[in-house]
């Protein structure tokens, strides 16, 4: 999924060809930067907004559960040491 200069799995292709459903990504918000959530994107907009590292762990065992009980295809994004 590196294409068009994206990386860690960002690239919104994926979406506009109709072959996944939602990501599992994770995002900080608010003022503390160290504070990252893992949630699914459905669209390309809340994808790219997960865009760029996060230093600060993050658990997707959170957002399994929710990925478990929608239909669909999901890709999880995840991060290697």
């Known amino acids: 999924?590196?294409?068009r200069?994206?990386?860690h799995?960002?690239?919104p292709s994926p979406?506009?060809?109709g072959s996944?459903?939602?990501a599992v990504v994770a995002r900080?918000?608010?003022e503390n930067s160290l504070?990252?959530?893992s949630f699914i994107a459905t669209d390309r907009d809340s994808?790219?907004?997960a865009r760029g590292s996060k230093y600060a762990p993050v658990s997707s065992c959170t957002t399994l559960g929710e990925v478990l009980r929608r239909p669909g295809r999901y890709v999880f994004v995840g991060t290697h040491a």
Do not use: K, N, P, S
Request: proline letters at 0%; aromatic letters at 4%.
């Open 47 to 49: 994808l790219l907004r």
């Open 35 to 37: 504070v990252a959530e």
């Open 5 to 7: 200069g994206i990386h």
């Open 1 to 3: 999924m590196r294409r």
């Open 20 to 22: 996944v459903d939602g």
């Open 9 to 11: 799995g960002t690239d």
């Open 28 to 30: 900080c918000e608010g």
């Open 15 to 17: 979406y506009e060809e």
